[in-house]
């Protein structure tokens, strides 16, 4: 589907010819590009803050068409830029800044995808030379202003993505948060995929930073959860506790906002207002919802 191509022609794209001409133009060590780096600073710092909006509301679809768009941005900027031809001309610094705002935005894109595709995030940074500590960053560490140290060894390019039309595990398939198109059927195989049951909230407490996210610890019966969820602006956390929810167990868990989830709680959009779903009686916690 269109998130496969723009996988692997954008982002794939964007760090092979950028690691390549630096490669081949600065000897494989990221340059200093001296003046003339943040050429995209603007256009990370919109995505950091809208993209990061969204995920605050858990539309992970909208963050990752975003973060696509960024990128999407940083191709068009190289091709704008042409830095075969400033290397031709001996216009090294403009070359060095231009490869050095694309580093920017492929550093920006690990840091933003990594809570949906945790493991290409670290093989994005490990190819930038940038592995470690690359775990320790936060989400707004995405606008830090020259963010990798001029003389870095690259690591790559090597393929991040296969070839469209075979399969990587988990990394290639459409992350889970997102949902069909209005109208689109599923089959029950893949219905019967989905771990749907009841919760126990034990505790809620606002994160801080993010005025629409929860943090919520649930009860499973068997074992206890930490879930976030983007509810804050509808429901007071202490009016949660005890309550019965519907969680979706089997979800891959993500960082949002650097907070881990491990589960999704379900709620009906009316007018863009998130109503909880609860069984109208008493159930166990863990009963599985069929």
């Known amino acids: 589907g269109r998130f496969d191509s723009d996988l692997a022609n954008d982002l794939g794209n964007l760090l092979n010819r950028t690691l390549s001409m630096i490669g081949r133009y600065f000897e494989g060590v990221i340059p200093d590009p001296k003046d003339g780096a943040g050429g995209l600073r603007d256009v990370i710092a919109d995505t950091v803050g809208a993209a990061g909006e969204a995920s605050d509301k858990l539309e992970f679809s909208r963050a990752l068409d975003l973060i696509w768009q960024m990128i999407g941005a940083a191709n068009k900027f190289i ?13 090294r610094d403009e070359l060095a800044g ?4 694309a580093v920017e935005v492929a550093r920006a894109a690990a840091i933003m995808i990594s809570p949906f595709m945790p493991s290409t995030a670290v093989e994005i940074a490990r190819q930038l030379g940038i592995a470690d500590g690359f ?50 059927r599923i089959s029950y195989e893949q219905f019967s995929k989905l771990d749907i049951r009841i919760a126990e909230v034990k505790s809620a407490e606002k994160i801080e930073g993010a005025d629409k996210l929860l943090k919520l610890k649930v009860s499973l019966g068997s074992e206890e959860r930490q879930i976030v969820a983007g509810i804050a602006q509808w429901y007071e956390p202490t009016s949660l506790v005890g309550r019965k929810i519907v969680l979706l167990a089997n979800l891959e868990p993500a960082k949002i906002r650097g907070v881990e ?14 109503i909880i779903l609860q069984p109208d009686s ?6 599985k919802v069929r």
């Open 135 to 184: 775990e320790l960053l936060k989400w707004n560490n995405a606008c830090d202003e020259k963010p990798i140290k001029p003389g870095t060894r690259i690591q790559g390019p090597e393929p991040i993505f296969p070839r469209l039309g075979t399969k990587k595990k988990d990394e290639s398939a459409k992350p889970a948060q997102e949902t069909s198109a209005p109208g689109e």
């Open 282 to 287: 008493d159930v166990p916690a863990g009963s």
């Open 261 to 274: 989830s491990n589960g999704m709680l379900l709620a009906a959009d009316v007018d863009g207002r998130a």
């Open 98 to 101: 231009v490869l050095y705002s």
């Open 79 to 91: 091709n704008d830029r042409k830095p075969w031809e400033l290397e031709k001309q001996g216009r």
